[in-house]
């Protein structure tokens, strides 16, 4: 079996298990001090991974943003912002997203084969396309990522991507913060997408670790045995 980077889950879901709300506007249920913790785990991957659903919703940037972080890669020679990648079937992908356009590091969007040729059309001079088959399967992109020298992905969502990592088994580790409001729309979206089946692991998880963010609480799991105990980022429990 080829070989995989280490995968790391990155989300915030609202104490009722929301990851935002229904409406059109993106909710923030996160503070500035988890923000700045994720920047550091950010500042500490190779490449992040998010779903075109959330490129398209949430229009974000996935750059490191912190100068001193920046600096820190740029002395290990690595450039200063992680691989920035993206999947999709439909091929829906606006070129004028900050995704392709904030940072001048390379991108990589994984597609179906049926939307290749519009994708590449659409992007192809801000992102290498990349034809993952007939259908995008979580676990042929970490592979192929693995072969062009990630070690470590930081996957960040949406519930479509992070459902598929866990249904998967290629997922190493999550690290959940919780924010202290609740959404009470059972239109939001969850942790879990409307595909989760029964093919989701039936193991408990291993709780490493508990940290308090300002009003938010970070819950930090194992999910596999190649769980790091020593990772870049820092992670204290308080």
Known sequence: MAELPYILLSCCVSLDGCLDDATDC????????DLDRVDAVRAGCDAILVGAGTVR?????LLVRDADRRAVRG??????????????????LDPDARFFTAGDGPKLVYCATACVEDVRAAVGGRATVVDAGASVGMRGVAEDLHRRGVRRLLVEGGASVLTQCLEEGIADELQLAVAPLLVGDPQAPRLLGPSATDGLPGDRARLAGVRQVGDVVVLRYALSGRFAERVSERFEEE
């Open 26 to 33: 993106r909710l923030v249920l996160s503070n500035d001090a």
């Open 57 to 61: 919703s949430d229009d974000p940037r």
């Open 75 to 92: 002395s290990r020679g690595l450039p200063e912002t992680p691989l920035k990648v993206t999947v999709t079937e439909r091929g829906k």
